[in-house]
């Protein structure tokens, strides 16, 4: 069973069309690809799945149950985390500091003064780690980190908080070709753990390089939906 299925969504803003009929699945340990142009739809999409818009008709199911989010926090609980592209980052605070941000409340302590500074390095540490991510320092200030780095310190947060879905808004498309492939291997690393992942981008080549399945978007339509195998470069 899918961890989030859209069936036929329509979703439009005002007199706006946004998405029509659109249906996709995403499965655990797999990466559904959202291809499309600007105004295709993908930021729609992408808000209904986190929660931040409701949908007009059709169905959402998260674990095969129709669903319809109130807000982020509620997508959140239900495992579905949200790395968009414009990362909330506080530049000059270090790395463990902004991995643990605003996870104050949902971990039930107390004042933050009295976290264990020591155990919250280590955990962004061994945050990190599990997904091969390899950083020189966490100590440092996050501003100091390249955008490609900054984007796998927020996939193995959202990870470490208890992610079961997550959904990435164009992560590589600030990003040069080095950094993209960092940002991509983490990503399939995440999926080979048996995350779901929906992996929001204009770019085909980096959707090609780790997608399982692709579904793309033209003004709000569906202009196609393949898995894999089905558009195998391989004879
Ligand atoms: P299954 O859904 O059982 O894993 P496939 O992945 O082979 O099987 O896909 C079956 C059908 O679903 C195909 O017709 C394919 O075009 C379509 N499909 C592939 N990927 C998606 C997707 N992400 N969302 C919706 N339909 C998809
Ligand atoms: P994409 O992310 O693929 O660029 P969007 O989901 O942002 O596409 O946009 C889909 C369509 O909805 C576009 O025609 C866009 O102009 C329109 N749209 C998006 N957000 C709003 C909004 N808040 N109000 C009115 N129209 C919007």
């Not at 780095?149 to 590589?172: K, M, N, S, W, Y």
């Not at 690393?189 to 959707?207: E, M, S, Y």
């Given at each position: 069973?899918?961890?989030?299925?859209?069936?036929?969504?329509?979703?439009?803003?005002?007199?706006?069309?946004?998405?029509?009929?659109?249906?996709?699945?995403?499965?655990?340990?797999?990466?559904?690809?959202?291809?499309?142009?600007?105004?295709?739809?993908?930021?729609?999409?992408?808000?209904?799945?986190?929660?931040?818009?409701?949908?007009?008709?059709?169905?959402?199911?998260?674990?095969?149950?129709?669903?319809?989010?109130?807000s982020p926090r509620?997508?959140l609980n239900?495992?579905?985390a949200?790395?968009?592209?414009?990362?909330a980052v506080v530049?000059?605070m270090p790395v463990w500091r902004n991995f643990f941000l605003g996870s104050e409340p949902r971990r039930g302590r107390g004042p933050l003064a009295r976290l264990d500074v020591d155990a919250m390095r280590r955990t962004t540490?061994?945050a990190?780690?599990?997904?091969?991510?390899?950083?020189?320092?966490v100590?440092?200030?996050i501003?100091?980190?390249?955008?490609?780095?900054?984007?796998?310190v927020a996939?193995a947060r959202a990870v470490h908080f208890g992610a079961?879905?997550?959904?990435?808004?164009?992560?590589?498309?600030?990003?040069?070709?080095?950094?993209?492939?960092?940002?991509?291997?983490?990503?399939?690393?995440?999926?080979?753990?048996?995350?779901?992942?929906?992996?929001?981008?204009?770019?085909?080549?980096?959707?090609?390089?780790?997608?399982?399945?692709?579904?793309?978007?033209?003004?709000?339509?569906?202009?196609?939906?393949?898995?894999?195998?089905?558009?195998?470069?391989?004879?």
């Amino acid at each position: 069973q899918p961890l989030i299925e859209l069936r036929d969504v329509d979703k439009a803003y005002g007199n706006v069309t946004a998405l029509t009929g659109v249906s996709l699945q995403v499965r655990a340990g797999a990466i559904t690809c959202v291809l499309g142009d600007n105004g295709a739809g993908k930021s729609t999409l992408i808000k209904i799945v986190s929660g931040l818009h409701g949908h007009d008709a059709g169905s959402l199911l998260v674990d095969g149950e129709e669903t319809r989010f109130a807000s982020p926090r509620e997508a959140l609980n239900r495992g579905i985390a949200t790395v968009y592209q414009d990362l909330a980052v506080v530049p000059l605070m270090p790395v463990w500091r902004n991995f643990f941000l605003g996870s104050e409340p949902r971990r039930g302590r107390g004042p933050l003064a009295r976290l264990d500074v020591d155990a919250m390095r280590r955990t962004t540490r061994d945050a990190l780690a599990r997904l091969g991510i390899t950083l020189r320092d966490v100590d440092q200030p996050i501003g100091t980190l390249s955008g490609g780095e900054r984007q796998c310190v927020a996939i193995a947060r959202a990870v470490h908080f208890g992610a079961r879905v997550l959904v990435l808004d164009e992560p590589t498309a600030a990003l040069g070709v080095k950094q993209s492939g960092m940002v991509l291997k983490h990503v399939a690393t995440a999926r080979d753990q048996g995350l779901g992942v929906v992996l929001i981008t204009h770019n085909p080549h980096h959707a090609y390089l780790v997608g399982d399945r692709f579904v793309l978007l033209k003004r709000g339509e569906m202009a196609g939906s393949h898995a894999r195998d089905a558009i195998s470069l391989d004879e």
